[in-house]
């Protein structure tokens, strides 16, 4: 980002050219700094401010400042490198933790989320219809689709999770127009997954995909929230992918506990009530 910031400067009038050097100079104040100070450091106007972040294609100074945090988040030690062999222990946490944070990170700048909205919409309407909620992975994905299940359990929507290829595609046939399945794939290219999407959508059930974009998977979808981290093919490679999956589904149970009725605090409070009697006899 930074070294398109600075190609960009002769391109610029001399006042942005200002603020351009200034987010180079120091680019961790600038994504902290409120628009008015930006603007005493750099010797311009606010507008001045707000122009130079739209000249290089971002919304305004909001937009502008959140990627770039973003992308000096990601700029830590050993971000995007493989563990290796020799490595001591605290060099093997810093490196597994950096890897999560920096695929979080990329997800937040490139979620879509008019597609989030749309995938919570597609829940909401088949739980508010009584309709099915099917969730299918298979191997780590099939962890996060029994995590999935459980979230959606607590809000009070009944679903399925299966990472069994054959009780999916039993269930990819039962499924109806209002119906939603929600399919987690890291690579978007296994077979099953993708047949059983194609059985589904025949059926007229709405297709979710947390998957990689330009996939078999995601072509397959009606919604995409993409998920795009490629995992390294080494041996200690640290795989965050389903970390990724399991803050994706924590953003659409949250945010389809927002769209749903009033009385779901309540419940909730009622299940951590039965929970802790269970539990510990209180």
């Known amino acids: 980002m930074l070294d398109r910031i600075s190609a960009s400067l002769p391109s610029l009038a001399p006042a942005e050219q200002r603020v351009g050097q200034l987010v180079l100079a120091d680019p961790h104040s600038f994504a902290r700094l409120p628009v008015r100070e930006l603007a005493e450091k750099a010797q311009v106007s606010k507008p001045t401010v707000i122009r130079f972040c739209r000249s ?43 890897n999560s944070v920096a695929a979080f990170l990329q997800y937040r700048n490139a979620a879509n989320a008019s597609a989030i909205e749309h995938a919570v919409d597609a829940i909401v309407n088949a739980w508010k219809a009584k309709k ?56 978007g290219r296994t077979r099953e997954l993708v047949d059983v999407a194609h059985i589904a959508r025949a059926q007229g059930a709405t297709i979710i995909a947390i998957t990689s974009s330009h996939t078999q998977l995601s072509d397959s979808s009606h919604i995409l929230l ?17 970390l990724l999956h399991l803050l994706i589904i924590d953003i659409l149970a949250t945010a389809v506990a927002l769209k749903m009725d009033g009385s779901l605090a309540q419940n909730l409070q009622n299940l ?10 209180i």
């Open 56 to 98: 290089l294609g971002y919304d305004g100074l909001a937009d502008f400042k959140l990627k770039l945090a973003g992308n000096v988040a990601e700029g830590v030690p050993f971000v995007h490198r493989s563990v290796d062999a020799d490595d001591k222990t605290s060099d093997v946490l810093v490196k597994v933790i950096d």
């Open 132 to 187: 099915r909620v099917e969730i299918y992975g298979v191997g780590n994905s099939g962890v996060v689709a029994q995590d999935a299940q459980h979230k959606f359990f607590r809000l009070g929507i009944s679903s399925q999770a299966t990472s069994d290829s054959h009780i999916q595609t039993m269930g990819a046939t039962m499924l109806r127009p209002g119906d939603c399945l929600i399919v987690i794939s890291n690579s």
């Open 226 to 242: 993409a998920a795009d981290n490629l995992e390294g093919s080494d041996l200690y490679s640290p795989m965050a992918s389903r």
């Open 272 to 281: 951590q009530n039965q929970l802790q009697q269970k539990r510990y006899g």
